[in-house]
DNA sequence: AGGTTTCGATAAACAGTGTTTATTAAAGTG
DNA sequence: CACTTTAATAAACACTGTTTATCGAAACCT
């Protein structure tokens, strides 16, 4: 560990490591992600970077960390930015902004739900929570529209599997998390629904099928809302 | 290219290569797919494997196909072993087989839908036609339940966003594949909702959330279907 | 201020990797 | 047999992540 007053050095340059390992990963993909070559950037030789990282793993895992707090605050802000539109719209709107930041940051939505360096793979007690974060939004919002009865037309997601239900409800009682296992159960199906475009987009295998992926993501958030039970706009 | 008589042992050898290359990446993962491993095990040096594959990159690509084909085969053979149950079992027990193949072989599907291998990524003008080829089973009998008249309820997946639908339209005509534009339509929603249920299993996302990962799967394909305009059970 | 500790960085080396080159041995063909 | 083609090799190249021992410089404490 650094001395106090060092300590602030130290905290500065592990943010430049950080920053061109972001950089180098945007331009090279995963790929060019080597200590050598961050190193080489930085003017230094590469073992001098174990004094910030213990190892390889250690600088992944915080770029994974940055990375799923950097999604949380994009769909937090999403939110935030369409606090005064009606719920519906803001669902709308922060779903939205999950995919567009994926679109934005692809090589780290990868790094983040895939695992695109070989033999590495995040410690989940460090993902989940933040993978949470921004869950937590998504899943208010709904909560939000089950309670104000935006969402009363029965559909199948208004049924949940017994032994599903039984998890999220002790999710939600352990997390102390307010909400009716209904709207968790929905955010849990919207997540996986629009995860699945959204990797297919990302590794191309969408785009040559449905040609404007844009459109087709904004209709099948139109089309989740629905079949949640929110009456088309 | 190795002569006429040759060419036997010259493909047995390389069919050799990629069972050795499988096996060495079920067991340690995609990082322990490394051409000298694989030399080591078959007793060669590890520029002997030029002969058979010209770079590192095109071994992946032969297992991405291999990959391909067996997912295809997966599904294909799920069909025909319930070609005698109705036609709604039959996409059931379809798109089930889809995710235990998934589940069975997690280190091939990673490899043919993500690119846990750096730097490299699977040319679509191969991966696209295998693609469609499992794709084709499920669209199939998507159509085959519309026609047939067992998807008469109106539902969302029967209004197609425009740019979506000419796309789909236009690979329809050009693939000589035919099916109404709604079946390929209902095909593409379903296929991108189960792929995130199952890209998140596989990274271990889904599991800490909904526990039995089997059971949350299979609600979510029997609300697709009723979400589809399927009568339920 | 002086002595000691601690931190940052380094060069050198290790064990790997994918890949290229030149060379040798072994087959198949006329 | 001579000749060509193929397979395999050893050696080397340019890398990689990581460890070790070493050195200078700054920070702390007396």
Redesign the pocket.
Known sequence: ??????NQ??QA?RERILEVARQQMAQHGTAG?????I?REL??????L???F????DLITALVVEGFTGLAEAVEGAQQANIHLPLRDQLREVLLAYRQWAVDHPIDFQMIYGSPIPGYHAPSEITVPIVIRGFAVIVGLIDGLLQSGQIQRETVYHHIPEPTRQILHERIERDNYPVSDTAMYMGVVGWGQLHGIIMLELFGHLGPVVGNVDAYYRGQVESLLVAMGSDPP
Do not use: E, I, K
């Open positions: 560990m650094p001395r106090s007053r060092d050095q130290h340059f992600l080597g200590l050598r070559a190193a003017d230094v030789t590469a073992p001098a174990y004094r910030y213990p190892t390889h793993d």
